[in-house]
């Protein structure tokens, strides 16, 4: 049975227990700041384990995820991995145990044939009614069921003492045994609480029955809720009879394509090495698909560093050329059918992919010689903490900022200087920690907590809220609950930042890049001025102030959005729908949107596109933009069935979650794209359209920033001929202070003679003190050197000033030097007495300072100096 076997299996099992089939959510989650990629299966369903019930109380899915908690193991073992799916079956206040319990055990041994003596199970130690449920109904031996704490068998783990606050329960696993493992202490009395490898985690059945409240409060939920979740590549690991899910027929076809590519290299790796690859390679042809572009922050960053791991190991390997992304025609051939998403998308993969092998070639070329001569160094230290600390810093700083392994910088630099075992040891422990200390800092600055019901919890029991923002940007509404930064409150008072949640709003909630809206709340007693707004699972958050009297709980309102913001907004966001018209006309059609920014003053555009957007394009698409808007286009919205939207063209953003039936926003014949935003009924309205910057943001990912308005577009002309005469202006002075330098030098080139001639020979040296009118620092020095061209054997004083500052510099020939008199040592003499400070070489040095009357001094000073070495 193939692994695609088992998953139209799965789904087809749960249609016929009345589940609704639901897709895959992309790996980018939508609307959700607590985790950076989808994790679980139950993260698409966050709204319905709150209670906003929509069309169905069932549902299955196979659930494309990644997660990198494990990725230093991933390889190594035969069951981690950054991508994998998630099988799951799901109630929302429908079936509970006894059902989710019977379906498992029938699917895994009726359905799959899995024989029922080879499976255990285990549930939480006060589970009584599950555990009747395996011994009485299903007849699992009692031998065979294993009763566990709270970190194994209940979700979160430990969160009734350690939290987090939200929805929780117990859960039940089932295990398979693939027999007794002869190394393991225990014998035959291993169960499955042990981590010798005998048994396999199949399938985990949780039992949302609680919400957790702070003090480890558990509080029954009204509606109790299953949530399960099963590997497909573990399952199918027992299924096909393989102790590891890289035997398995999907990677099995992808490691056969990696072996065969390094074969045909002449390069050979490791089995972990090569399983390595299989899995990367897995995560980022899905990742990217879904819209994950490589760059050096967040997601993006985690696809850059898989990719650079991946080309690290064939460089190791023996293979100097990009190879790695050859490997995605495979991984699409055995996921494809699945995911329709991948299709139709390899060469842009495998192009973003071959553009990050070559950077980190190159890379590599340049920055481990440097890093071969800066370890040099730090060797000969004498100290070993020094040295080790050092080292490992150093290690660190290259893995950071130039992407270079661990594995690599030690086989190819650091194994040629440091041998001695505790050494490496301490290296090696100093550079883990700073890695710890950076992911760290990198958790503690981000939203993504991992907790998944975090901020949620003020939203349980509420229905959705009814937008009317299409239609209307003012109407009546009531107030369902008032929270400030503590909780929940009955009633705010003037001068309060709270959060407001009305039944019925016009105000837009941010999504979509747009931007929320602003406005007002008036109730009977009060008034709230509305900052931003915000939502939840279509709950509708009004963020603000109080600005005088109160607004309550039940308060009839009157709500009103800042009509001008709006309108701003709406022309902005309109006209990046005719951005993505003129691009894909200009530049093709591979132009794809990667995220937008839609607000009041601006608006910005992120897009694929492999270079630059050259001048003369960038003119075009502008040129063709105010064409669209001169024509006053009309733009209409509707609302379609998914599969009709896609089939008249319309374009979908690559991170949003859509629907059966979605809103399709068209302009003309030449725009059509999902979209959920407020926009202007005509391309008229926009008046006008200017592109002030393009540039990249990550690797294939290019941005452009506009204005519309013909306000706003004549104040940023105004503004860029503004600093363009700035420009003008600046350039005018400089050439002005150059022409006087030149003028400056050239009278004393003419008079130099002259002033050589009054000059003092002090038994053979000359020693010439000039005070320079009107000069500085850079006309000293040329006239220093005229000096020395001219004198074999000289000391030069020379001095200049301006309204507040001083210069000074001390030149001395070697044969001078040799005489004593050295050009550094007098200039820390004598700088003091300008108010300044200064230093150099004992050949020439220089000083400023602040102290315009006494430069005279200073230079006496300096010159006094000199006859005292020389006589």
């Known amino acids: 049975m193939t692994t695609n076997d088992i998953r139209t299996k799965f789904l087809n099992f749960f249609k016929s227990k009345g589940h609704s089939i639901i897709a895959s959510d992309s790996l980018v989650p939508k609307d959700d700041p607590t985790v950076l990629f989808t994790t679980a299966g139950m993260q698409q369903f966050k709204p319905q384990f709150l209670g906003h ?10 659930q494309k995820c990644l997660r990198t908690d494990d990725l230093d193991v991933v390889g190594k073992t035969d069951f981690h991995h950054t991508f994998f799916e998630m099988l799951g079956n799901f109630s929302f206040g429908d079936y509970f145990k006894k059902e989710a319990i019977h379906w498992a055990w029938e699917f895994l041994t009726r359905e799959l044939g899995i024989p029922s003596q080879k499976l255990w199970v ?82 985990n059945l949780v039992f949302t029955q609680f919400n957790r409240k702070d003090g480890g409060v558990l509080e029954p939920l009204p509606a109790k809720n299953i949530d399960t979740g099963m590997g497909l590549e573990r399952l199918a690991a027992v299924v096909q009879g393989k102790k590891s899910n890289y035997d398995t027929d999907n990677f099995a076809a992808i490691l056969k394509v990696i072996k065969d590519t390094f074969a045909d290299n002449g390069a050979k790796a490791t089995t972990s090495e090569y399983r390595i690859i299989a899995d990367h390679i897995r995560a980022v042809t899905v990742g990217i698909a879904d819209g994950v572009m490589p760059s050096n922050e967040g997601r993006g960053y985690v696809m850059r560093k898989l990719i650079v791991d ?45 553009r990050i092998e070559e950077g980190f070639i190159k890379i590599r070329k340049e920055k481990l010689p440097e890093l071969d001569k800066q370890i040099a160094e730090i060797v000969k230290l004498q100290d070993r903490q020094e ?24 086989q190819v630099v650091l194994s040629h200087y440091l041998q001695n075992t505790e050494d490496v040891l301490a290296m090696s422990e100093i550079y883990v920690d700073l890695m710890k200390q950076q992911q760290e800092r990198s958790r503690a600055g981000s939203k993504m907590t991992g907790d998944v019901f975090v901020t949620q919890d003020f939203t349980l029991n509420l229905p959705k809220t009814e937008f009317l923002g299409y239609q209307e940007t003012k109407s009546g509404a009531e107030v369902l609950k008032v929270l400030n930064d503590k909780g929940e409150i009955y009633e705010a008072y003037q001068g309060q930042a709270v959060k407001v949640i009305l039944n019925r709003t016009p105000f837009y909630a941010e999504a979509g890049g747009q931007v929320g809206d602003s406005g007002y709340l008036l109730a009977p007693n009060g008034k709230m001025r509305v900052t931003d707004t915000q939502k939840t699972n279509d709950i509708y958050i009004h963020i603000g102030v109080i600005e005088h009297g109160g607004i309550k709980t039940g308060d009839k309102l009157v709500v009103s959005v800042d009509g001008p913001r709006r309108n701003s907004i709406m022309r902005n966001h309109t006209a990046t729908h005719l951005l993505q018209a003129a691009l894909r006309e200009t530049l093709g059609s591979h132009i794809k949107q990667q995220g937008s920014l839609v607000e009041e003053g601006r608006l910005r555009f992120d897009f694929t596109h492999p270079v630059g957007v050259k001048p003369d394009e960038m003119q075009k698409i502008e040129n063709r933009l105010n064409d669209f808007i001169s024509r006053a286009d009309k733009v209409t919205t509707e609302v379609l069935a998914l599969e009709e939207a896609k089939k008249k063209g319309a374009l979908a953003f690559f991170a949003e979650k859509y629907g059966q039936t979605v809103r399709v926003v068209s302009i003309g014949d030449y725009s059509r794209e999902f979209c959920g935003g407020t926009h202007v009924t005509s391309t008229g309205e926009i008046e006008a359209m200017k592109i002030t910057s393009e540039g990249s943001v ?11 308005g013909k306000s706003k577009v004549q104040e ?24 006087a330098q030149k003028a400056n ?55 200049t000033s ?46 400023g300072g602040k102290a315009v009357n006494k430069l005279s001094e200073a230079m006496d000073k300096a010159k006094e100096l000199i006859k005292q070495v020389l006589q």
């Open 387 to 410: 040295r080790v600390t050092k080292l490992g810093k150093l290690l660190f700083l290259y893995r950071d900022t130039h992407g270079l392994t661990y594995d690599t910088m030690y």
């Open 745 to 799: 030098f050239d009278r004393i080139k003419s008079s130099i003679d002259g002033i050589i001639d009054s000059a003092e020979n002090i038994k053979g040296v000359s020693v010439v003190s000039y005070y320079l009118k009107d000069g500085d620092i850079q006309t000293l020095r040329k006239v220093s050197d005229l000096f020395k061209q001219k004198l074999s054997s000289a000391v030069v004083v020379l001095g």
């Open 716 to 739: 940023f002309l105004n503004k860029k001929q503004d600093e363009l005469a700035a420009i003008e202006e600046a350039q005018r002075k400089k050439q002005e202070e150059l022409n």
């Open 122 to 203: 285990s549930v939480y130690k006060e589970d009584d009614e599950a555990y009747n449920i395996w011994l009485n109904e299903i007849k699992v031996s009692a031998n065979k069921i294993v009763k566990l704490g709270d970190k194994s068998n209940f979700w979160p783990s430990n969160a009734r003492l350690n939290g987090p606050n939200g929805p929780c329960g117990p859960c039940s696993e089932i295990f398979y045994d693939y027999g007794v493992n002869p190394d393991c202490s225990k014998g035959d009395q291993c169960d499955p609480d042990c981590s010798c490898g005998r048994f396999s985690e199949v399938w």
């Open 802 to 847: 301006g309204t507040n500052t001083v210069s000074l510099i001390i030149s001395a020939s070697d044969d001078v030097v040799a005489k004593g008199v050295r050009a550094n040592e007098l200039i820390s003499k004598v700088g003091p007495l300008i108010e300044g400070s200064g230093g150099g070489r004992p050949n020439m040095a220089q000083a």
């Open 698 to 708: 990550a690797q294939g990912i290019r941005r452009i920033e506009a204005v519309t």
């Open 310 to 354: 991946m080309s690290d190991l064939a460089i190791l390997a023996g293979i100097e050329k990009p190879v790695i992304h050859t490997l995605v025609d495979i991984v699409i051939e055995r996921l494809g059918d699945s995911y329709s998403e991948l299709l139709g998308k390899a060469n842009e993969i495998k192009e973003l992919i071959k």
């Open 53 to 62: 019930i929509d069309g169905f109380t069932r549902a299955a899915t196979c």
